[in-house]
């Protein structure tokens, strides 16, 4: 079974600091994973995947996130935050032996907010 | 191009009502599939069609039917609807038939509020 967790559920960092958004799963075989984001009141965008290959993944707007087997984990990451930055960010996992067939499994969430 | 589209965006309902919510999507994917978004808990998939004329439950089905039109219309039923389905439900596309690896394509959401 595949699961995800978003470690923090809420993170603020001021302008201009880094910014970490921690995501560990579970999954039985190879997955894929994927970070997205929400703005206020809108649908979700995809900001970057991981499918086998690299495993350092940059994403769109500055964003990355580095796919570290041995920690089970997908840390999302940007050197410099901006004000647009704020919005809710997940963390979702999808596995090639889900017998459930063809499911994301998504986290909790978690709400960056960014302080001028 | 207008990507996913979902009507309505916002609807209230008594217990017990029925609506269709509806999702268009104009990339010419072949997936498509309905989410419910609640506080805390991420989207959890209530059915998907990973090509027309096929569908299959999700993580949370029970309340809800789905109708895969054609390939670019998915519409989700609640035929009586409960206080516990008070929620956003997002509509998604992708390209391909299964949901490893690919990108998958939101709708702005519909919020519904059950009374």
């Known amino acids: 079974a595949q699961s995800v967790t978003q470690l923090d559920s809420h993170v603020s960092v001021s302008e201009g600091t880094p910014v970490l958004l921690r995501c560990n799963y579970s999954?039985?075989?190879?997955?894929?994973l994927f970070w997205y984001v929400q703005h206020p009141n809108k649908g979700l965008q995809l900001l970057l995947k991981?499918?086998?290959?690299?495993?350092l993944v940059k994403g769109i707007n500055g964003f990355e996130a580095e796919f570290k087997k041995s920690e089970t984990s997908f840390h999302l990451t940007k050197p410099s935050a901006h004000m647009s930055d704020a919005a809710e960010y997940f963390c979702?996992?999808?596995?090639?032996?889900?017998?459930?067939?063809?499911?994301?499994?998504f986290g909790g969430g978690t709400r960056l907010m960014v302080k001028p | 191009n207008a990507g996913v589209t979902q009507t309505p965006k916002f609807q209230v309902l008594k217990t017990g009502q029925s609506m269709t919510l509806q999702c268009a999507q104009d990339?010419?994917?072949?997936?498509m599939y309905w989410y419910r978004q609640d506080p805390g808990m991420g989207l959890r998939l209530i059915y998907y069609?990973?090509?027309?004329?096929?569908?299959d439950k999700g993580e949370v089905p029970n309340g809800y039917n789905v109708s895969r039109l054609n390939k670019r219309e998915f519409s989700l039923r609640l035929e009586s609807a409960a206080p516990s389905q008070t929620s956003v439900y997002f509509c998604?596309?992708?390209?391909?038939?299964?949901?490893?690896?690919?990108?998958?394509?939101f709708g702005p959401g519909t919020r519904l509020l059950v009374l």
């Open positions: 069609s990973a090509s027309e004329g096929t569908t």
């Open positions: 999954s039985s075989y190879s997955p894929s």
């Open positions: 991981y499918t086998s290959a690299a495993t």
């Open positions: 990339m010419n994917h072949n997936s």
């Open positions: 979702v996992v999808s596995d090639r032996a889900n017998n459930a067939g063809n499911m994301l499994t």
């Open positions: 998604a596309s992708s390209q391909g038939t299964n949901a490893y690896q690919e990108t998958q394509y």
